[in-house]
């Protein structure tokens, strides 16, 4: 990898991990690069926990082969299993892992979509859901010590924060006192905040917000027997 050869890039980890990408033709020119001399990992549209993520894990052998996968997790937790395992098919284009000064760099080029069930869409220019772990081990099959989520916006610019409201949600049926002195209740729904509820009754009114991690659409269902 060189200086400025990826058009974007997005920092994670608090700055252990940083994903640069370039999107052309089709196809997604991507490395990772991760303060671990072990395997470095980005998994695309997770499912549940870590279930139903498309995973590329990369690290640089003990005798400095580049081992880079194209694979996919199966359970909530693990495993991993590369996609040829599960009878899919390899679609990695190109690959490579390097590493210097105690820094992982995994270049992997793959095509957006691909007829793979075990690989994830690459939107061309929008915000997919992503997963990532670092291991200080060379070996997949240990668990890794960061590990974290966040958004990827593939057309570049600064993925949603990962939770705009900073402050502790309310407990259940604590009212919180808001502007106005209106009663404004808080509920976080998703695992890390991803999706949050806001809402107050007042004069016989229902007023509800929606605050998600996404630049792209939101939605939430009322429970169907009460409509
Ligand atoms: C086979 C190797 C792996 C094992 C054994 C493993 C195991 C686990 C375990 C036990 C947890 C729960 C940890 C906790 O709640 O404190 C977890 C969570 C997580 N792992 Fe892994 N993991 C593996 C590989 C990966 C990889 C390759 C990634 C990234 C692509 C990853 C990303 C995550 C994330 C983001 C979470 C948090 C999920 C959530 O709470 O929603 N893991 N993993």
């Avoid at 940083?18 to 695309?44: F, K, P």
């Avoid at 892992?97 to 690989?119: F, H, I, M, Q, S």
Wanted: proline residues 5%; positive net charge; contains cysteine.
């Amino acid at each position: 990898m060189t200086v400025g050869e990826y058009e974007h890039n997005l920092t994670l980890s608090e700055g252990e991990l940083e994903l640069y990408w370039t999107i052309v033709n089709g196809t997604a020119r991507i490395a990772l690069r991760g303060h671990t001399t072990g395997w470095i990992s980005l998994g695309i549209s997770p499912v549940r926990y870590m279930n139903g993520s498309d995973m590329l894990v990369g690290y640089v052998t003990g005798s400095g082969g580049a081992f880079v996968i194209d694979a996919y997790c199966t359970g909530d937790y693990g495993p991993h299993p590369a996609d040829l395992d599960l009878h899919g098919t390899d679609d990695l284009l190109d690959r490579n892992a390097t590493e210097v000064g105690g820094w992982t760099t995994v270049e992997l080029v793959r095509n957006l979509t691909t007829a793979d069930p075990y690989d994830k869409p690459i939107p061309e220019a929008g915000v997919v859901a992503v997963l990532w772990g670092i291991s200080p081990s060379d070996d997949i099959v240990t668990q890794h010590t960061r590990y974290g989520k966040s958004s990827w916006n593939t057309s570049g610019g600064t993925a949603p924060p990962r939770r705009r409201h900073r402050r502790r949600p309310t407990a259940a049926g604590r009212p919180r006192r808001h502007r106005g002195r209106q009663r404004v209740r808080v509920q976080r729904l998703l695992r890390g905040g991803d999706l949050q509820l806001h809402w107050k009754v007042k004069e016989g009114k229902f007023h509800l917000a929606v605050v998600a991690r996404t630049t792209g659409w939101v939605s939430i269902g009322l429970e169907p027997s009460q409509r």
